[in-house]
């Protein structure tokens, strides 16, 4: 079981912490029909102290435990900070320091919107890559001017430190999770689910300071960045292998063991990113975009998509471009 909690605050803002725990627990409920029914995400609250917290909200929450007594944890989730967040910071100076020592046990955290001002705040992302809210770029720089600011991306990563700017980003960075606990056919049921017209893949969508840095194999990374430049092309995997000197045989152990996926896997991964984004975005033919992504069968294409999405291209397009562009959905003028 994994276990992951947010640390509240009476500031916090609470669809930070309810769009996340809704997510895990949904991917928990999917992944728990293989475990026998058993639970597969425990989400915490932690509060300090441990006692009912009013936000600035009006929402009542009750922490289930207090920050100084959290169990490990596979996830830490700092909630965006309401309005300004310089009040927040003085009222945590007390437990701060705390997520230090969190960040050095391994446990992954990631703080939402000015959530990242804690981290910040704590000497976490000191020469570090960061984002926070657009609104306070300015002032986050001034403050922080040994952190990275990247105020063109919506999310960052350095090791196990993640920050994202917004409510909506977080749901990018969920999904990603999940699909690193649990695999893509739950990852992308989840994604489908929770407004795929406006998601993002992890990938497309983060900076992060190292190609998929959760590994140090610099083959592999080699072998990532090469999949990434020929996205486009016809490429084999023996041509790979060929590229970096190395056997297919021991292409695919490393690239396994370093990523969790078969290299063409990690390529198919990529390619159906990059097509979702074309059919959200442009008028091309299934047949055209497939064959700008080195695949001249679209029938192929067509199953790989449904394979990796749940639905066909086209199905995929009209739902997306329904909610997109639906005068509806955003209102007439």
Known sequence: MYTAAAVIY???????????????????????VKEYGAPQVRFLLAGQPCEPMTLSSGITLQPDTAF????????????????????????????????????AKGTRICSVGTGSYLLAEAGLLNGRPATTHWNY??????????????????ITQSDNIYCVGSVNSIADLMVHIVEDWFGSPIARAIENQFSPE???????????????SSHHDEDVAEAQQWLRSNLCSPVSMELLAKHLQLSSRTLNRRFKRATGMAPLSYLQSL????????????????????????????????QLFRKHCGVSPLK??????????????HGRP
Not at 320 to 326: D, E, P
């Open 10 to 32: 009476p500031q916090a803002l609470a669809t930070s912490i309810t769009l996340p725990m809704e997510i895990l627990q949904a991917a928990s409920q999917m992944a728990s």
């Open 68 to 103: 100084t007594d959290l169990p490990p944890l596979d996830l830490l989730l700092l909630p965006a900070i309401w309005r300004n967040p310089l009040p927040a910071l003085r009222a945590a100076k007390d437990w701060v320091g705390l997520l230090r020592k969190e960040a």
């Open 137 to 154: 770029f300015e002032q986050f720089s001034r403050r922080y001017p040994a952190v990275d600011l990247k105020s063109r991306h919506l």
């Open 198 to 212: 406006i998601r993002r893949s992890f990938r497309a969508a983060a900076y992060q300071n190292e190609a998929d």
């Open 271 to 302: 390619r159906i990113a990059s097509a979702k984004d074309l059919l959200r975005h442009s008028n091309l033919t299934v047949g055209d975009i497939a064959w700008q992504h080195g695949i001249q069968d679209v029938s192929y294409f067509s």
């Open 316 to 329: 995929y397009r009209e739902a997306v471009r329904g909610k997109l562009f639906n005068p509806e959905v």
